[in-house]
């Protein structure tokens, strides 16, 4: 079983930054990829960037291109989400989850993951 917990949400006007955390309870060397999700109200989760415990593969949807960057951290079992240059249609719960099992196929369709945490509230005002 692996326990994960988001922190770092808040209320940000458009332009601004927040780093979100995941803290992973287990070894994240025991996954295979990690993941940011996002999930508005009345929306499907979103995939929002994805990482390789084993390598330096990123991948992140087009919509967050080269405003958020993903980041692990192994020796402290946690995974970052730099978000910058924020948009009110960034407003979301944020949700980081684990893949233990596979590196092949989509790594941001949110159906592939193990676990999941269970978020942290993002709000970007005009």
């Known amino acids: 079983q692996v326990h994960l917990v988001e922190s770092g949400g808040g209320s940000v006007q458009a332009g601004g930054s927040l780093r979100l955390s995941c803290a992973i309870s287990?070894?994240?060397?025991?996954?295979?990829?990690m993941g940011w999700f996002r999930q508005a109200p009345g929306k499907e989760r979103e995939g929002v960037a994805a990482t390789a415990t084993a390598n330096t593969n990123t991948y992140y949807a087009d919509s967050v291109s080269g405003r958020f960057t993903i980041s692990r951290d192994r020796e402290q079992n946690t995974l970052y989400l730099q978000m910058d240059s924020l948009k009110p249609e960034d407003t979301a719960m944020y949700f980081c989850?684990?893949?233990?099992?596979?590196?092949?196929?989509?790594?941001?369709?949110?159906?592939?993951?193990?676990?999941w945490g269970r978020g942290t509230q993002v709000t970007v005002s005009s």
């Open positions: 989850a684990v893949d233990v099992d596979s590196y092949s196929g989509d790594w941001l369709w949110p159906g592939r993951y193990d676990y």
């Open positions: 287990k070894d994240i060397r025991s996954s295979r990829i």
